[in-house]
C-alpha cells in the first residue's frame, strides 16, 4: 500500500473499521487537547507564553500544582505574635514638605532611558546602595519576593548580549507585529543592544513566585509581581539619585535562557533588565515630552 | 424513542450511520475547542478571574476583542521621525554619588507601612509633586497608561470605606483561605479600615489597558501593569521623601466599584489603593526587619 491509489480500494472494502478507528483517534486526540488545556490552565509553560504587547498574566501558584507539598502547610511568613512598636515620626515643617516635593519630581524629571553607554565602571559600592534603597519596597505580606542579579563579569553580559539579541531579532521579525514595531519607531530600536556590553553592569529584576528554606518548606508570596515592580520602580528611582542612567526593558522571551545563564532558581523569573553606568558622551534620546499634570491626575 | 431500551436496536441496525455521526460530532467539538483555546489565549475575560493571592493577570488585550475598531489601525503612539538629540548629561563626583546612594537608601529605609492616620491635611500642592513625581516613570512605548485619582472629598472617602469594607470581609472569611489570613496575622491587619476615612487623601493607582483620543482612536498600552507598578514604585518614594507616609494596598474585588464610584472609564482598572497623610500620634507597626543586602543581591 504505497500509494492512495492502491488504499482507497481496501478502504472502501473495510469502511466501517477506517470509521471506528477516526472516531477512537478523533477521540483520543481530543481527549488529550483537553487535558493539555487544563494542565495549561493550572502550569503555564514559563517557554509556551506567547509573545505580545500586553503584560504577561503569569500565573504564580502555577508551579504549586506540580509539586507534592502544600504550601499551605508551610508555617506563617512572619510570627503571627510579632510585636507592635509605636512608629517613631517627625513631621517636617510645610514648607521643607514643598521644597523635598518639588525638588524630588524636578529632579526625577530630569531621568531618561538611555540605549548608549560609556564603559566606564562605577565607583565601587555605589550599586549596592542602589540595590538596598530597592530592597525597602513594601510587599505582599512583607514576603520581599525579589532578587537582584548584578552582571558585571563582561562574558556574562556578552552572552546576556547574545541571548537577548537572538530572541530580540525574532521579536522584531515576527512576534510583535507590526503594529508594535511601528509603536517603537520614534525611539529608533531594534533587536542590536551594544549597550547590554558596553555598560558596566547590568542589573537582572527577578521575581520570586515562593520561596523554599533551608528545611525544604515552601512559601508562597503574595502579589509578587505588583512588588517586584514596585521595588524596580524604587531601584530605577535609585540609579538616578546615585548619578548613573539606565533603560527599562522587558527581554522578551529571552527569561528562561537569562534565569539559567545566571544559574537562578526556577521559583524566580526575570521580570525586567536594567543596563547601569554612565552614557555615553554623544547618547541621544527622542525628543519627547510627559504627559502634563492635569492628563494624569484627577482630583475629587 | 423514548428510552435507551428502543433506541439500542435502531443504534445496531444503523452503526455506520452512528459511527460517521459520532465523528461529525466529535470533529465539530474539537474543532470548536480548539477554537475557543485560542480566542482564550487573546482574549480571557476580566470577568472570570478566581480571587487568589497570587498577582491578578488581567489580560490587557480583552477588550479590544469585543470592540468594533482594530486598534492595529491606530495611528502610531508618537512620530515616527520623533527628532533624536543630545542627552545632557553631568556626572557627579564619585564621593557624591557614594553619599546620594547611601542617603537616598538610608531615607528609604525609613518608610514604613503605616495604617494609623491623623486626620491632619495635607499642605496644598504636595500631592500634585508627589503625583508628578510618579508621572516620570518609565513605560512600554512611552504610552504612560496610568492615572493617580486623589481623593479629598470625606463622602467619597466614606464610600470607599464602606466598598472595601465590604469585599474585605468577604476577602478575609471565604476568598484568601486560611494560609493567606494567617501570613498576614503579624500585621494585625482585618476587614476594618478606619484609615479610609482619617487619611486626608486617598490615591488610587489606575492603570490603562488602552487609550481613546479625541476622535475614538483607540491606541494600545504596552507592559502597562508592570509600567504603572513602576510609577506606583516612585509614587510611594515621593509621599515618603515628602514627609508623609501611606500603606499601599490591593483592593480585591473592589476594583470595579471603585472605578465606578469615582466615574472612570471602562479603559482603567484599579490597581493600588493608597491612603496618605500624616501618622495618628499613637500609630504602630509591627516589629519586623528587611532582608540583608546578601539575601537580595546575588553579584556576577
Known sequence: MSSFQELAPFLAANWPIVCVAV???ALVYFLSMKSEKQKEKLTPKENTKIPSPQDKGEHPLSEFAEEKQ????????????????????ERLPEKEMMTRSRDFYENLNQRRSIRFFSKDLIPEGVLENI????????????????????VRDPKIKLQIREIVEQEEFTNYERRMGDKWVQD??????DHVKPYLED????????????????????????YFEISTAIAAGMLITAIHVAGLVTVTTTPLNA?????????????EKVMLLLPV???????????????????????K
Do not use: C
Open 184 to 189: 517603537l519607531q520614534f525611539v529608533k530600536t
Open 23 to 25: 472516531v477512537v483517534i
Open 277 to 299: 553606568g554612565y552614557p555615553a558622551d554623544d547618547a541621544t534620546v527622542p525628543d519627547i515630552t510627559r504627559k502634563p499634570l492635569d492628563k494624569i491626575v484627577v482630583f
Open 70 to 89: 502544600d504550601p499551605n502547610e508551610a508555617p506563617p511568613l512572619h510570627d503571627a505574635n510579632t510585636a507592635h512598636v509605636l512608629f517613631k515620626f
Open 255 to 267: 527569561g528562561v535562557a537569562l534565569r539559567e545563564l545566571l544559574g537562578r532558581p526556577s521559583n
Open 131 to 150: 540595590v538596598r534603597a530597592a530592597g525597602t519596597a513594601p510587599s505582599g505580606a512583607h514576603s520581599e519576593p525579589w532578587t537582584f542579579v548584578v
Open 199 to 222: 555598560a558596566p553592569a547590568i542589573i537582572l529584576v527577578m521575581k520570586q513566585q515562593y520561596h523554599i528554606d533551608e528545611n525544604n518548606v515552601k512559601y508562597p508570596h503574595y
